[in-house]
């Protein structure tokens, strides 16, 4: 796990060393270990590096045998010891054990679809000095970020982060407006758009190819299709229990320590029984942290599963206050606004592990390809509530609006009240209605502008091109898939992990299982109301029926409660009028009322304050 960055001139001047040493010097903490830099005429390539594999031979940019391919790279390759033995076969000769240096013995050998033989996660570019081109590449499902902007003239900057970009300096920051829509909606900014006026992200499985200042942007990697099987689904199950396992094993290469985050569901439970059949569960390190608040606390469910499986365990306990004063910190290294509140227990658990190991193995990805999240089964009740009269359906609605608001974690005012915000539109708009803050009408009554963009439009074209001719829930999947997994959840797990050194690793997300997973049938995936049904019925008998049958809970933190305690001082100095007033993105007299409303426990509205309160924090530290 590192750290990239670089860039080309477009008119053939010599690369300057001190813009990349700045660059790089912007993501130190991605790769506090060492650092690097390769410079070609108008190139320039740097690294900084976390050494997890060949801690002493590396170190990058690193080159072929003549000096003539370069690559700087984050990432692991999980299937490099396959890939090794296939180069070798072919007549590339390596000079040391990382996983790197296949990378570009990969490219000379087959060039630029090379990445499609990569089962890892990795960000990387490589520089042919022979043909003056450069290639960006970034895996599949987008573990790991990739950043770039177009140079005047026709130079390209990169890096993982736009931090690093920025430090270029014919790159300038501006807000874009269409961008604050879609992360009002979203809560997140989707790739391969960013914040940014000028500045993209790389799609996952996606590779850019600059050459003579023209940029091309094309995908290397397309998801396989359900296909009818004839095996019963009780084979299926045994059949991915296996397939798991072998990614586990493949995930666990380390020459560091290594541990398993162990939040107590049946995700990261998988993950850390299934090391158990590659190492005595004794020498396994598992890591969970708890809050004083019992309705978001799953401490005692991890440390149920941490005795049965019979792992060294770690946990820790967390105040308001430990959440709290991260803030200003997560302001500071988030370089687009985030709205997911989880990001904050994410980073905590990061640092606890991070004071043992180095490497660690979460549950992330279980969720989005088999159908984990309560929403699709909020899917299948929608389909009934648009069924009704509508005379049924106005009852329901206001029956609903009169319960009393609970500011518990998932809370069933909270929960019901989030399901009518969905349950009358289309189905991509229904599912991104459950996780989102704001709908396309709210958002233009927020902002002073509301003629920016038509987010929910887009939205509904997106979807409309994810595999259509599919069945709705592997339609879903495919936009949880493009969406929400890339740009909330495996960002959120970078960034939390990456801000103090540590490298999170996702079994689930193996290419091999992936594939396996994507051609199963949508069946096999949800059905007679049971979410992750392939996932429990192959971890029955490993782990507990109280953790495979006990509703999904995230992985949360009080906000609600918080917006009224010991937050309110914060929501009153960044929401406040005359500051709202100044700053001409939102109105303060809407803003005004759903604090009010939220204070005075009329409405929970957790969601959207927190999303205006992280964007301000993230506004202050970065345009402000």
Not at 27 to 32: D, K, L, Q, S, T
Not at 155 to 176: I, N, Q, T, W
Request: glycine fraction near 10%; hydrophobic fraction near 40%.
């Amino acid at each position: 796990m590192c750290g990239i960055a670089g860039f080309v001139n477009p008119d053939g001047r010599p690369a300057d060393p001190e813009i990349l040493a700045r660059m790089t010097a912007t993501i130190e903490h991605r790769g506090p270990d060492g650092s690097g830099f390769y410079l070609d005429g108008p190139a320039a390539l740097g690294h900084r590096r976390l050494s997890i594999i060949d801690v002493d031979g590396g170190a990058q940019p690193m080159s072929n045998e003549d000096g003539s391919i370069w690559v700087t790279f984050n990432g692991e390759i999980y299937n490099d010891p396959a890939l090794r033995s296939l180069l070798l076969s072919a007549g590339h000769r390596f000079r040391n054990a990382s996983d790197t240096e296949g990378l570009v013995h990969l490219y000379e050998q087959y060039g630029e679809g090379f990445p499609s033989r990569l089962n890892g996660m990795f960000a990387l570019a490589i520089w042919d000095s022979r043909r003056r081109r450069l290639l960006l590449s970034r895996d599949r499902l987008g573990q790991k970020p990739l950043f770039y902007a177009e140079l005047p003239g026709g130079g390209l900057a990169f890096g993982s982060e736009p931090k690093a970009v920025f430090a270029h300096p014919e790159v300038g920051k501006r807000l874009d407006p269409a961008s604050l829509a879609r992360y009002l909606f979203y809560e997140y900014v989707p790739s391969p758009h960013t914040i940014w006026l000028g500045m993209k992200k790389l799609p996952p499985g996606h590779t850019l190819l600059w050459e003579g200042g023209n940029v091309s942007v094309e995908p290397y990697w397309v998801s396989p299709d359900p296909v009818d099987r004839a095996e019963p689904f009780e084979v299926a199950a045994g059949r991915f229990w296996d397939e798991f396992v072998a990614a586990v094993g493949r995930h666990r290469r380390s020459d560091v320590p290594l541990g398993v985050f162990l939040s107590g569901g049946v995700d990261s439970s998988s993950v850390a029984a299934a090391l158990t059949e590659w190492e005595p569960a004794s020498k396994i390190r598992t890591f969970s942290i708890g809050f004083d608040d019992p309705s978001f606390d799953e401490s005692g469910h991890a440390r149920a599963v941490a005795s049965l499986l019979g792992t060294d365990h770690r946990e820790r306990t967390f105040s308001a206050d430990d959440v709290l004063t991260l803030l200003p910190e997560v302001a500071g290294w988030l370089d687009e606004p985030f709205g997911d509140a989880s990001i904050l227990p994410t980073h905590l658990l990061s640092r606890f592990a991070r004071e043992e190991v180095t490497v660690a193995l979460g549950g992330d990805g279980a969720d989005e390809l088999l159908a984990g999240y309560p929403t699709f089964k909020a899917d299948r009740a929608s389909r009934i509530f648009r069924g009704l009269p509508s005379a049924a359906r106005s009852l329901a609605r206001a029956a609903v609006r009169g319960l009393p608001v609970d500011h518990r974690n998932m809370s069933l005012d909270f929960k019901l009240k989030q399901f009518l915000r969905g349950a009358g539109e289309p189905t991509s708009l229904a599912h991104q209605r459950w996780l989102g803050s704001f709908s396309g009408s709210e958002i233009r009554g927020l902002l002073v502008d509301p003629d920016s963009w038509d987010v929910e439009a887009e939205h509904l074209e997106r979807a409309s091109r994810l595999a259509p001719g599919l069945d709705p829930l592997s339609r879903s999947l495919r936009l949880y898939q493009d969406t929400y997994l890339p740009d909330d959840i495996l960002a959120k797990v970078d960034r939390a992990s990456m801000a103090c050194s540590l490298e999170v690793r996702a079994p689930f997300l193996d290419a091999e299982l992936v594939d396996s997973i994507q051609a199963m049938p949508a069946v096999f995936k949800y059905a007679r109301g049971q979410t992750k049904r392939l996932l429990k019925h192959a971890a029955r008998g490993r782990l507990p029926s109280t953790i495979l049958d006990r509703p999904k809970k995230g992985f949360g933190i009080p906000v609600a409660r918080w917006l009224r305690g010991p937050l309110a001082p914060l929501l009153d100095s960044l929401l406040g009028h005359d500051r709202l007033k100044s700053q001409g993105l939102f109105d303060p007299i809407e803003v005004a009322r759903r604090v009010k409303e939220h204070r005075d426990g009329v409405c929970d509205h957790r969601k959207p304050l927190w999303t205006l309160l992280m964007f301000q924090l993230w506004y202050d530290r970065w345009l402000a």
